[in-house]
């Protein structure tokens, strides 16, 4: 990656290369749809993709993938694929990704080009920062808003928290299906 690579994707630069954190913790709906602790290892990779020339808006990007896979078996659980994206101009970062779950996010919030932590959000029926799902998962376990906050530590460290807030038939009460880890670099 060069210099001018570096300075161009602001706040998300730190991310490129190879990052793998574990525990990590992901609290999601069991078969009964009660809360259910899963410990979990990590990896990401953030390749840059450059620039994106969106007319008069410029993007600057990383294509980002993820593997999470349970500590107890090994067995992968969730993967995502996507892009965060930034926008130096309006000093907005955006995350935006697909699960093979059919769930699409745009998630997107203000930082700075020298921020060390930023977050993202992302409402559904919103058509700037949204959320998209399949008719089940809208029926069954609609999403209201996802949030995320990134960390870059001193020590190097990438540290992250999400919230996926969901509404299940039956329950009154919001479903906070959360996931946490810190991941260290591992390569690039």
Known sequence: MTDEELRTLGPLAALVGVWEGKPGLDVAPD?????EDT??????VFESIG?????????WGLRYRTEVKRLSNGESFHEELGYWLWDA??????????????????AGGSATADARSFRVEAVRGSSI???VSNAFLDEQFRIE????????EDDGAFRYDEDTVMRMPGREELFHH???????????
Do not use: I, K, W
Not at 31 to 35: D, N, S, V
């Open 31 to 35: 078969p009964a749809r009660e809360p």
């Open 39 to 44: 410990p979990f290892s990590e990896r990401m």
């Open 51 to 59: 620039l994106v020339d969106n007319h008069e808006q410029l993007l």
């Open 89 to 106: 101009e309006h000093q907005q970062v955006m995350r935006c990704f697909v699960v093979p779950r059919g769930v699409s996010v745009l």
């Open 129 to 131: 920062y949204g959320v």
């Open 145 to 152: 808003r996802f949030t995320m906050n990134v960390t870059l």
């Open 178 to 188: 959360t996931d946490a880890c810190v991941l260290r670099r591992v390569e690039g």
